[in-house]
């Protein structure tokens, strides 16, 4: 039978050993067999091989099994990004891993990345100390892992982690954010899809200027707003399908919307209401602008009171942003100017949480009347209180309405989750680092395990899912358990034997034996 498989696999018919003639009472020349005596290609003129095994047992039972042989089919290779994700039991042996790995690719740079993809993600033992690199092909990999930094790979921490989603607010949208996710990730896509149909009730032009916008139409806060809303929103859900679910939500300025939508403070349908509704009565309001000062809020507080028609709108410790009419604006920028000290204008064209938004707080609060309120299902940090919020408060038109005028207190915020005992991930779920940048001010490094963003910002040429993917891969380092199926399922294997677990040797004779022992033993 082994024989059988082996001549099958090999196409070949080996030679039958010391025949020299055949038996004179079996007529070979009048019948289609013989016997086979020199080593020979096995070949068919269409169809597959087969040969049959015949078992004849001594009691009389008998056995005969058709064999066939198994074509591969031709393999289409793609240059799609795959994450590759290794893991041992230490980091010498994910070191001989990885330097295995490297070989393998080194010699075989046609490789079928899929199948490498999904076997190391599926069929692949997790252990303490890993490693995940992207990649989209054989040559990228070995690249890749040239660059591996061992003495950074740390094993897994076994204290009980936080992950903590971070939703920024307006200043960063652009054309197209996460078009590439939308076009290569199913999942993402539905989502979208789901949001702008909900969205086409308020203005149905809002994924026309996603993927076809100017700069100046994202300064238009009827469009901005909704259209950060969704790809927050959507980003998250994204994430939480992965099986990366978070145990803190905190949303900054108006990211607080898609956090407690995610949190599950209102429906999506009644979220996306309520940020139509916010953005249409801001537009009604005097216009504004909203200036990024490197400054604490007692110094910033100097200018503020000097200055009419101005208010702190966030403070985030060491610096702040204010908001206030144009001309206050202009006056405050000729100010600071003469102290030489820098500052920079948000890409909105509203004061948000600040006096400039008092006269639509009324109407607002009308609005919030029509929709259904819920208590939050994941802990949720309130930027305008600074601290965790119940249920009773984020469940009042009044806290929403508030919201409007309010200062976002996100240094505050930041600081309380740093009194906790607690060792954090940090997930900002908007374009930059914005708000990690700011938040790794405020917590302390022995607290934080790792922070990553997850949508690139616009000057950053890079592809959507090359991005997410490398940030993915920072995740499972760091011990977070993707569920989802990154890598597709693939029809058949290769042929290739690829590189499995490497032997770690150790020696323990010695510990167990005297030395007078050991010695006898080693002579």
Same mark, same amino acid.
């Given at each position: 039978?082994?024989?059988?498989?082996?001549?099958?696999?090999?196409?070949?018919?080996?030679?039958?050993?010391?025949?020299?003639?055949?038996?004179?009472?079996?007529?070979?020349?009048?019948?289609?067999?013989?016997?086979?005596?020199?080593?020979?290609?096995?070949?068919?003129?269409?169809?597959?091989?087969?040969?049959?095994?015949?078992?004849?047992?001594?009691?009389?039972?008998?056995?005969?099994?058709?064999?066939?042989?198994?074509?591969?089919?031709?393999?289409?290779?793609?240059?799609?990004?795959?994450?590759?994700?290794?893991?041992?039991?230490?980091?010498?042996?994910?070191?001989?891993?990885?330097?295995?790995?490297?070989?393998?690719?080194?010699?075989?740079?046609?490789?079928?990345?899929?199948?490498?993809?999904?076997?190391?993600?599926?069929?692949?033992?997790?252990?303490?100390?890993?490693?995940?690199?992207?990649?989209?092909?054989?040559?990228?990999?070995?690249?890749?892992?040239?660059?591996?930094?061992?003495?950074?790979?740390?094993?897994?921490?076994?204290?009980?982690?936080k992950i903590a989603f971070m939703f920024p607010g307006q200043g960063n949208q652009y054309?197209?954010?996460?078009?590439?996710?939308?076009?290569?990730?199913?999942?993402?896509?539905?989502?979208?899809?789901?949001?702008?149909?909900?969205?086409?009730?308020?203005?149905?032009?809002?994924?026309?200027?996603?993927?076809?916008?100017?700069?100046?139409?994202?300064?238009?806060?009827?469009?901005?707003?909704?259209?950060?809303?969704?790809?927050?929103?959507?980003?998250?859900?994204?994430?939480?399908?992965?099986?990366?679910?978070?145990?803190?939500?905190?949303?900054?300025?108006?990211?607080?919307?898609?956090?407690?939508?995610?949190?599950?403070?209102?429906?999506?349908?009644?979220?996306?209401?309520?940020?139509?509704?916010?953005?249409?009565?801001?537009?009604?309001?005097?216009?504004?602008?909203?200036?990024?000062?490197?400054?604490?809020?007692?110094?910033?507080?100097?200018?503020?009171?000097?200055?009419?028609?101005?208010?702190?709108?966030?403070?985030?410790?060491?610096?702040?942003?204010?908001?206030?009419?144009?001309?206050?604006?202009?006056?405050? =920028?000729?100010?600071?100017?003469? @102290?030489?000290?820098? #500052?920079?204008? %948000?890409?909105? *064209?509203? /004061?948000?949480?600040?006096? $400039?938004?008092?006269?639509?707080?009324?109407?607002?609060?009308?609005?919030?009347?029509?929709?259904?309120?819920?208590?939050?299902?994941?802990?949720?940090?309130?930027?305008?209180?600074?601290?965790?919020?119940?249920?009773?408060?984020?469940?009042?038109?009044?806290?929403?309405?508030?919201?409007?005028?309010?200062?976002?207190?996100?240094? =505050?915020?930041?600081?309380?989750? @740093?009194?906790?005992? #607690?060792?954090? %991930?940090?997930? *900002?779920? /908007?374009?930059?680092?914005? $708000?990690?940048?700011?938040?790794?001010?405020?917590?302390?490094?022995?607290?934080?395990?790792?922070?990553?963003?997850?949508?690139?910002?616009?000057?950053?040429?890079?592809?959507?899912?090359?991005?997410?993917?490398?940030?993915?891969?920072?995740?499972?380092?760091?011990?977070?358990?993707?569920?989802?199926?990154?890598?597709?399922?693939?029809?058949?294997?290769?042929?290739?034997?690829?590189?499995?677990?490497?032997?770690e040797k150790n020696s323990f004779g010695k510990q167990l034996m005297t030395d007078e022992?050991?010695?006898?033993?080693?002579?």
């Amino acid at each position: 039978f082994i024989k059988c498989v082996l001549s099958l696999y090999n196409k070949v018919i080996p030679p039958t050993i010391h025949y020299e003639r055949p038996n004179r009472k079996i007529d070979f020349g009048n019948s289609p067999f013989y016997v086979n005596t020199l080593l020979k290609k096995w070949e068919v003129s269409d169809g597959p091989l087969r040969a049959g095994v015949s078992s004849f047992g001594m009691g009389g039972t008998n056995v005969h099994i058709v064999l066939e042989n198994y074509e591969y089919p031709d393999k289409v290779q793609d240059d799609n990004y795959k994450l590759l994700m290794f893991s041992a039991k230490s980091r010498v042996a994910l070191g001989h891993m990885l330097g295995e790995w490297k070989k393998y690719f080194n010699e075989q740079p046609d490789v079928d990345m899929s199948e490498i993809a999904y076997v190391l993600e599926n069929k692949r033992s997790r252990f303490t100390f890993r490693k995940a690199i992207g990649c989209s092909s054989a040559v990228d990999a070995v690249k890749k892992l040239e660059s591996v930094s061992f003495e950074k790979i740390k094993r897994i921490a076994s204290e009980q982690k936080k992950i903590a989603f971070m939703f920024p607010g307006q200043g960063n949208q652009y054309a197209k954010m996460c078009f590439g996710l939308y076009k290569e990730i199913a999942t993402f896509r539905m989502y979208v899809d789901r949001c702008f149909e909900i969205q086409n009730e308020y203005n149905s032009e809002t994924k026309k200027l996603w993927l076809d916008g100017t700069d100046s139409d994202f300064m238009n806060t009827t469009v901005s707003q909704p259209l950060i809303f969704i790809m927050e929103y959507c980003i998250a859900r994204l994430l939480m399908d992965f099986g990366i679910k978070p145990d803190i939500i905190m949303g900054y300025s108006f990211g607080e919307y898609a956090a407690a939508c995610i949190a599950g403070v209102f429906s999506l349908e009644d979220a996306l209401f309520v940020v139509n509704k916010r953005a249409r009565l801001m537009e009604r309001t005097e216009k504004g602008v909203m200036l990024n000062i490197p400054l604490e809020r007692e110094r910033c507080m100097r200018y503020t009171s000097l200055i009419e028609d101005l208010s702190i709108a966030i403070d985030n410790g060491s610096s702040c942003v204010v908001a206030g009419g144009i001309d206050a604006i202009e006056k405050c =920028e000729d100010a600071l100017k003469k @102290d030489k000290i820098m #500052s920079m204008r %948000i890409g909105v *064209e509203y /004061g948000s949480h600040s006096h $400039l938004m008092i006269p639509i707080v009324e109407r607002f609060t009308e609005a919030l009347g029509s929709i259904e309120f819920h208590e939050n299902k994941i802990p949720m940090v309130s930027c305008v209180t600074g601290e965790f919020v119940n249920g009773s408060q984020i469940m009042k038109a009044s806290y929403w309405s508030n919201h409007l005028t309010e200062c976002v207190k996100y240094y =505050e915020a930041v600081k309380m989750l @740093d009194s906790l005992e #607690s060792k954090y %991930i940090l997930i *900002e779920m /908007g374009p930059g680092r914005n $708000l990690l940048t700011m938040a790794l001010r405020g917590i302390g490094e022995e607290k934080l395990i790792c922070a990553i963003d997850t949508i690139r910002i616009k000057s950053r040429n890079i592809p959507d899912v090359k991005y997410l993917y490398d940030k993915l891969g920072i995740l499972y380092d760091n011990g977070i358990e993707i569920e989802y199926k990154l890598n597709a399922d693939i029809s058949s294997y290769g042929i290739n034997i690829l590189p499995n677990y490497p032997f770690e040797k150790n020696s323990f004779g010695k510990q167990l034996m005297t030395d007078e022992v050991f010695q006898l033993g080693k002579n």
